[in-house]
């Protein structure tokens, strides 16, 4: 008898059962939001962490080339997946089809050897590449997730000016505004169909903001959710560069 009174006394009747996961269902939808706001904000400050590492990478770089920005080398002819065809193309390239080295790409040997995975950011929208791109430096093409504007230009032919790549005088963008923006993170929208060519989908945060590396070492966040720094290039890839040279000519007039 004294057994049965027990389990009567410590036992989970059915509504109570019901109660008990109808409170804790509640409390975690009261929790989840938060939960996940806090885990969006660490990954935004993790991502400013790294561009902020980047710009001084960048300025220790002029520091030892005569004030100039990592810059080059001139591409190779323009061919399938390659839009990196002119020395000082606006890119998220690190290393060109033959593995040179290109862009924020040159920092990786010296500047930036110790903490590669600074050149991705913690907030991309799809699963991250770092292992896989960092591999590929120096044998094919690849990419990190910011854009570098390596000389403020946009061309697939021709000769680019060399005035835009010394850090203490970047001059003026095609709007005649002086050049602050160095780099941003990579909001950037692809029809399915050009995946073979490796035009892909590559976001981050939601695309709700971008953080960008000022050529100060500054490192601002911008409100996105109108897709202002947003780009989309459908199924037509071929004007992506000078689409994402007008997203750096915007975050100029922030300065």
Known sequence: ??????????????????????VIA????????SLRKARQQARKMACLSNLRQVGIAIHAYAQDFDDQ?????????????????????????????????????????????????????????????ADYQL??????????????????????????????????QLG?????RSIHALAMDVQFLAHYSLAPFGVITRSSHQKRFVNILMADGQVLSEDNSDGRYTIDVGIYPYDALDKILQRFELADTLR
């Open 1 to 22: 008898m004294p057994a049965c009174g027990l389990r009567r006394q410590f036992g989970f009747t059915l509504i109570e059962l019901l109660v008990t996961i109808g």
């Open 26 to 33: 509640l409390l975690l939808s009261v929790l989840l939001p």
């Open 69 to 129: 920005i990592p810059f080059g080398p001139e591409g190779l002819p323009m061919m399938g997946s390659n839009f990196y065809t002119v020395t000082g193309n606006v890119t998220s390239l690190l290393s060109l089809l033959n593995g040179q080295p290109v862009g924020l790409g040159l920092l990786l040997s010296h500047y930036l050897a110790s903490q590669p995975k600074t050149l991705f950011c913690p907030g991309a929208d799809q699963p991250s590449e």
């Open 135 to 168: 591999a590929r430096v120096g044998r094919l093409q690849a990419q990190s997730d910011y854009y570098y504007r390596h000389a403020s230009v946009a061309l697939l032919t021709g000769a680019p000016d060399l005035s835009h790549i010394r850090l203490s």
């Open 172 to 176: 003026k963008n095609r709007n005649g």
